[in-house]
């Protein structure tokens, strides 16, 4: 089955802690890229990559670290969290996003992984 | 910011009736798509239009796009009790930052 795979899916944690949340997908996608949701505030990206070494900042970036080591791969490391990261997390991916091109910018997500940093 | 915004934040209806959300954005576009997302759950893709479109339907979706008034519409006819969800709108911009932006999304609640 195609999809994207997040784990974990729930994590509580506390301030500072080291902590990473995995990414994968089975689609051969070259794009994928990290959002996070919180209320009133919708979705916003935090990082990017459209192929493997090739990552970008999104909107708020800040806090946060990715790696594009292998193309189904796009972990998310908190290196220090912080309570202001406490949010629901979504990875995503597509085949690369342009203009043109049948169903290339079409995102499927993951189902999510909910943060609590304490 | 580029992102889309929805409009209403939230709408209840009936079961049986139609919804209509709408989604406004700043700059031009290269396509519009709808997502859903039910409770905390991931967002599902619903359908895209591209530009040079201006109405597009996937079984019971509808939507309009009015790129001189940057706005589009999502219809659902019909609605039941299982479309209660948040409905957003993504908008990707061209230039040389392809990204998909996401609005802040339409609570639609269907009472049986």
């Known amino acids: 089955e195609a999809q994207v795979t997040q784990n974990p899916r729930y994590l509580i944690t506390v301030t500072g802690k080291k902590l990473t949340v995995t990414c994968s997908q089975n689609m051969n996608h070259e794009y994928m890229s990290w959002y996070r949701q919180d209320p009133g505030l919708g979705l916003r990206q935090i990082y990017y990559?459209?192929?493997?070494?090739?990552?970008d900042k999104g909107d708020v970036p800040e806090g946060y670290k990715v790696s594009r080591k292998e193309k189904r791969n796009f972990p998310l490391i908190l290196e220090s969290p912080s309570p202001n990261q406490t949010s629901l997390y979504f990875c995503?991916?597509?085949?690369?996003?342009?203009?043109?091109?049948?169903?290339?910018?079409?995102?499927?997500f993951g189902a999510g992984s909910r943060l609590t940093v304490l | 910011s580029q992102q889309g915004e929805e409009d209403p934040q939230a709408l209840s209806i009936q079961e049986g009736e139609n919804a209509t959300m709408n989604c406004s954005y700043k700059t031009s576009i290269n396509n519009l798509q709808w997502y859903r997302q039910n409770s905390g759950r991931g967002l599902v893709h619903l359908i895209l239009i591209r530009s040079n479109e201006r109405e597009k339907h996937s079984g019971r979706l509808r939507v309009t796009l009015d790129t001189s008034k940057k706005s589009s519409s999502l219809l659902i006819t019909a609605s039941r009790a299982a479309d209660t969800a948040s409905y957003f709108c993504?908008?990707?911009?061209?230039?040389?930052?392809?990204?998909?932006?996401f609005g802040k999304g339409t609570l639609l609640t269907v009472n049986p």
């Open positions: 995503a991916s597509s085949f690369l996003l342009t203009p043109s091109g049948p169903g290339a910018n079409v995102l499927t």
């Open positions: 990559s459209m192929n493997v070494e090739v990552t």
């Open positions: 993504a908008t990707l911009f061209g230039g040389s930052n392809y990204k998909l932006t």
